[in-house]
C-alpha cells in the first residue's frame, strides 16, 4: 500500500538567545498531506494514514501478513554544518518496504533503495497482527576496499518485545547472524501496544553506534489512541550521539583505534542537530518530524527514545510539563508529571503535552501570554555542543499556534520581500 509521502510547504520562525529570524521550510507535516489526500482513499488507508502520519507501510502478502524488507548498506548524511558523514544502516526499497531482489554494488543500490538515514524510517506495526521481515545484507558499498568493516553480517534485534531466541536478533543464539548477500527473515506477532526499537546485535558498540537502529511503533489499533489515552498529534523523537571520528576510521580500517575512549561529536534528534541559523535546511526545526507543531486545546504524545555510548539526555520543554504515561512500552499504573526527563540508551518514554487554551491570551509562550515558539533542549548541556559549537545539538521547538487564526497558506507568503513570520500576524 502506497500513502502520500511528499509534503507542501511550510513556514516558520523562531526567537532563541537574541537572534530573530526565519526559516522557510519546504517540508509540512504529515498531518497536512493527510490532509490533501484522505478524501481520496479507502476507509482502511485513511485510518492507517491517520494514525501512521503517513508514513511509509509494509505490504500485505497473500495470506494477510504484514511484509518488509529492510536492506543494509552504507553511505553519508550530511550534518547541518555541512559535514558528510559515513554511516551504515537499514533502509528499504524506494518509496516501498517492497521485495527489490538482490542488491550486490552500489549502483543497483543507488538504483532500487532509498539512501541511508540514521536513525533509519520508523516500522509501523499493530497488536495481533503477524508480520514478516526479511533484512537483506548488501554489504558495504562506501568502505576503503581493504576495511575490515567490509563484509560484516548483521542481524535485527527488537528491542523491547517480548519473542522467543530464534528471532531476538542475538547472533548464534540460536540462529545465525545475515551475511553478505545473504537474508533472513524474522516473523513475530507484536503483543503489546508501545514505542520500541530496532537495532544490530552484531559487534553492537560499533553497528549501532556507527547507525544501525530505527523506531518501532506497535499500535493498538487504527485509532489516534495510545496506552488508552487520545491524542491529536504525535511525534518520535529519537535521540542518539554519534562520532565522525570513529565512523571514518570503520571505514577506512574497519576497527576504532581506543575504543574505550569513544567520543561523540554530534547530539542528535532524529539524525539531526539544531543550529542557529534558521535557513538551515538540515537544522532539527527544518524538520517535519522533529519539529512540533500543535493547536491550543490539544494534546501531543511524545515518544522519546535513546540510543548511545554513554551519554544520558535531560529532555526539558519551556513552557510545558510532560504527563509521563508509560516507560519501555507499558502503561503505567499512575501517571506523573515532570518538566525534565532522564533517558538513557535503550529506553523509551511516552508522554503526553498538553496545549492549553489561549484565547484570552496573546503574544507568546516564554511571557505565558499565549500560541508562540518554545524550544525543548538537552538539559544534560554536553548535549548541547556539537563539534565544539554552541548551540548545535539535540534542540527542538514547539510551534503552537492559535486556532482563531487562518490556516496557513500552502506556499510562503512574503511580506516587503521577507519571508512569512507568524510571530507577526
Request: glycine letters at 8%; hydrophobic letters at 35%; one cysteine or more.
Amino acid at each position: 500500500m502506497k500513502v502520500l509521502r511528499k509534503l507542501l510547504g511550510l513556514t516558520t520562525a523562531a526567537l532563541f538567545m537574541g537572534i530573530t529570524t526565519h526559516a522557510v521550510l519546504s517540508d509540512v507535516s504529515a498531518e497536512e498531506a493527510k490532509q490533501t489526500a484522505a478524501w481520496s482513499l479507502p476507509d482502511e488507508e485513511q485510518n492507517l494514514l491517520n494514525v501512521t502520519n503517513g508514513d511509509v507501510l509494509g505490504e500485505r502478502g497473500k495470506d494477510g501478513v504484514w511484509e518488509y524488507h529492510l536492506y543494509t548498506t552504507d553511505g553519508y548524511i550530511e550534518m547541518a554544518n555541512g559535514e558528510l558523514v559515513w554511516v551504515f544502516g537499514y533502509t528499504h526499497a524506494k518509496d516501498s518496504f517492497r521485495n527489490v531482489g538482490e542488491v550486490t554494488t552500489k549502483e543497483q543500490a543507488a538504483e532500487l533503495l532509498e539512501p541511508v538515514k540514521v536513525p533509519s524510517d520508523p516500522v509501523h506495526l499493530f497488536v495481533g497482527e503477524k508480520v514478516r521481515i526479511t533484512l537483506h545484507n548488501t554489504g558495504m558499498h562506501c568502505a576503503a576496499e581493504h576495511s575490515g568493516i567490509n563484509h560484516v553480517a548483521h542481524t535485527i534485534h527488537f528491542h523491547g518485545l517480548d519473542l522467543t531466541p530464534s528471532v531476538d536478533g542475538v547472533p548464534s543464539l540460536p540462529v545465525d547472524p545475515v551475511l553478505e548477500h545473504k537474508s533472513f527473515t524474522y516473523e513475530i506477532t507484536p503483543q503489546y501496544e508501545g514505542s520500541f526499537m530496532g537495532h544490530c546485535h552484531v559487534d553492537s558498540f560499533n553497528h549501532i553506534l556507527a547507525g544501525m537502529y530505527f523506531p518501532i511503533i506497535i499500535h493498538q489499533d487504527r485509532s489516534k489512541t495510545a496506552y488508552g489515552y487520545k491524542y491529536d498529534r504525535d511525534y518520535t523523537l529519537f535521540f542518539s550521539e554519534l562520532s565522525s571520528t570513529a565512523n571514518e576510521q570503520l571505514q577506512e580500517v574497519g576497527v576504532v583505534h581506543g575504543i574505550q575512549d569513544w567520543k561523540a561529536d554530534y547530539f542528535l534528534i532524529n539524525g539531526r542537530t539544531f543550529t542557529d541559523n534558521l535557513y538551515n535546511p538540515r537544522s532539527v526545526i527544518n524538520d517535519p518530524r522533529s519539529r512540533i507543531v500543535a493547536y491550543e486545546d490539544e494534546t501531543v504524545l511524545l515518544r522519546l527514545m535513546a540510543i548511545g555510548a554513554d551519554h544520558v539526555f535531560s529532555i526539558h520543554p519551556h513552557g510545558y510539563h510532560m504527563e509521563v504515561v508509560a516507560l519501555d512500552g507499558r502503561k503505567l499504573k499512575s501517571t506523573y508529571d515532570k518538566d525534565t526527563i532522564c533517558i538513557a540508551s535503550g529506553e523509551r518514554i511516552d508522554v503526553l503535552v498538553r496545549i492549553p487554551h489561549f484565547a484570552s491570551q496573546r503574544k507568546c509562550l516564554s511571557c505565558n501570554l499565549g500560541a508562540g515558539i518554545t524550544i525543548m533542549h538537552d538539559h544534560n548541556l554536553r548535549g548541547m555542543v556539537s563539534t565544539g559549537k554552541y548551540p548545535m545539538g539535540a534542540l527542538t521547538i514547539f510551534d503552537v499556534r492559535s486556532k482563531a487564526k487562518a490556516a496557513q497558506p500552502e506556499a510562503p507568503v512574503k511580506t516587503e520581500g521577507r519571508p512569512y513570520n507568524p510571530l507577526e500576524h
